[in-house]
């Protein structure tokens, strides 16, 4: 069996492939309201964040185009520090006709969802304390997806128009979903491979892991994706996103499992990357 991974375990950053860096660069900062942190104009690249820390790493691509049934992002997911800081945000962006495509309430959470130009989904939300969470008779997570309550969210406000246009300091990438050809096994990799545990399962056609207890660090899905193979090189979507393990000693562990399994990872800057069986890339980075 699979040794956990430590509960410090959480998403870093993500890289998206869009199809014009400065279309996504006026989404991801006027509209989102991230700090753009560095730009190369030459290479079409850029990083955004929150307070210094790099969040989501766009790379340019003409013709760029999404796959929609193929494996790839379903949404990532912006987890904002507090209820009051998602309040403000569904007021900014309501008023910038921002295009909000759903909400809900999940239980462990309070969630919104819209998506950038290139059609990559994403998710704003904010956690209820792990003491509130919804449990099953047996004592598991239940997750559910009920109506948003906005009256009471945008209270929160107290009848003020918040101020500022950027992101609050505390903003981080709380999950990724993904579309994968096949749950089950994408499933045993994360669990087998990785070390995440298994949270809830969506009947056999989603399910969501995590590493220390949250609700979920990832969620695999095969709605729209089942038996489709991967999208061609270059499409709009992502390229990859970061799992930050808690040390050297995790990171060392999952690559011995990785290359035990035949899977070749990947040295980058800062890290490793190793792909799932749909061949969504995951940034294996310690520390």
Known sequence: MTQPLDPRTKIGSLALTVSDLDRSLAFYEQTLGFQRLDMDRERQIASLGVDGTPLVHLAARSGARAVRRAPGLYHFAIRLPDRHSLAWVIYRLANLEAGIQ???????????????????????????????????????????????????????????KPGGDQLPAGTDIGHIHLKVSDVQEAARFYQEIIGLELMQT????????????????????????????????????????????????????????????????QELPGGWLVRDPSQNGVLLRAG
């Open 102 to 160: 759903g909400v809900a309430d999940h239980g462990v959470s309070e969630a919104i969802y819209l998506a950038d130009p290139d059609l990559n989904g994403i998710e704003i939300y904010r956690d209820r304390p792990r003491e509130e969470w919804p449990l099953t008779e047996e004592g598991e997570l239940d997750m559910v997806t009920d109506p948003l309550d906005l009256e009471s969210l945008l209270g929160e406000l107290g009848g003020r």
């Open 202 to 265: 969506y009947g056999d056609q989603a399910a969501f892991l995590s590493a220390g207890g949250y609700h979920h660090h990832v969620g695999i899905n095969e709605w729209t994706s089942k038996g489709a193979p991967p999208p061609p090189d270059g499409s709009a979507g992502l390229r990859w996103f970061e799992l930050r393990l808690a040390s050297p000693e995790d990171q060392e562990a999952v690559l011995a499992r990785a290359r035990a399994a035949g899977l070749e990872p």
